[in-house]
T-cell receptor, first 113, second 115 residues
Framework: NAGVTQTPKFQVLKTGQSMTLQCAQD?????MYWYRQDPGMGLRLIYY???????DKGEVPNGYNVSRLNKREFSLRLESAAPSQTSVYFC????????????FGPGTRLTVT | AQTVTQSQPEMSVQEAETVTLSCTYD???????LFWYKQPPSRQMILVIR??????QNATENRFSVNFQKAAKSFSLKISDSQLGDTAMYFC????????????FGTGTRLTIIP
């Protein structure tokens, strides 16, 4: 039982490049989330998915797209990276059966130069 | 929309002492959950403690306890007998009972335990 896994752990991009951050969970959770963490700002919700096939915007969705490929996987895509997207990205999942504890992945540190 | 405020960006305390981290929130919801998450230097987010708003009794988990004041919309975390391993960022978070289980986080408190 690996919990929530994210790849890659580190990435450096040039402005304008694209990339996809991968997230998978093996806990059969319905809801999955993408957050970004910036110094002094806590974690902010980018997108979430309440169930397979559904996605919705969070607080800071601009510049990102997501895909809920199946129940296990929820990917985050940066189509044209900008320096403002330099951040640490966390994926998380949740289940009501665990009293709504969100389980987090280890994070991806992304630098856009 | 909900907001969560942590007014102490940094705190430090001697090992074995007790420390209290503050959190206030704003919501019009009546049923919700509150959480404290710990983020050590490893970056991993770890749940410390949770409180359901309909429960009047304050939650406790070993050395960690909360003071939940629903009317004042206050949710502080008390760490007793602090240990070096408690050094971390601590985030307070709010989740409404209904509404896609979205978490709203505060900006965090960096806690340093001094040996």
């Amino acid at each position: 039982n690996a919990g929530v896994t994210q790849t890659p752990k580190f990435q450096v991009l040039k402005t304008g490049q694209s990339m996809t951050l991968q997230c998978a969970q093996d806990m059969n959770h319905n809801s999955m989330y993408w957050y970004r963490q910036d110094p002094g700002m806590g974690l902010r919700l980018i997108y979430y998915s309440a169930s397979e096939g559904t996605t919705d915007k969070g607080e800071v969705p601009n510049g990102y797209n997501v895909s809920r490929l199946n129940k296990r996987e929820f990917s985050l895509r940066l189509e044209s990276a900008a320096p403002s997207q330099t951040s640490v990205y966390f994926c998380a999942s949740i289940a009501a059966t665990t009293l709504y504890e969100q389980y987090f992945g280890p994070g991806t540190r992304l630098t856009v130069t | 929309a909900q907001t969560v405020t942590q007014s102490q960006p940094e705190m430090s305390v001697q090992e074995a002492e007790t420390v209290t981290l503050s959190c206030t929130y704003d919501t019009s919801e009546n049923n919700y959950y509150l959480f404290w998450y710990k983020q050590p230097p490893s970056r991993q987010m770890i749940l410390v403690i949770r409180q359901e708003a309909y429960k009047q009794q304050n939650a406790t988990e070993n050395r960690f306890s909360v003071n939940f004041q629903k009317a004042a919309k206050s949710f502080s975390l008390k760490i007793s007998d602090s240990q070096l391993g408690d050094t971390a960022m601590y985030f307070c978070a709010f989740m409404p009972h209904f509404g896609n289980e979205k978490l709203t986080f505060g900006t965090g408190t960096r806690l340093t335990i001094i040996p």
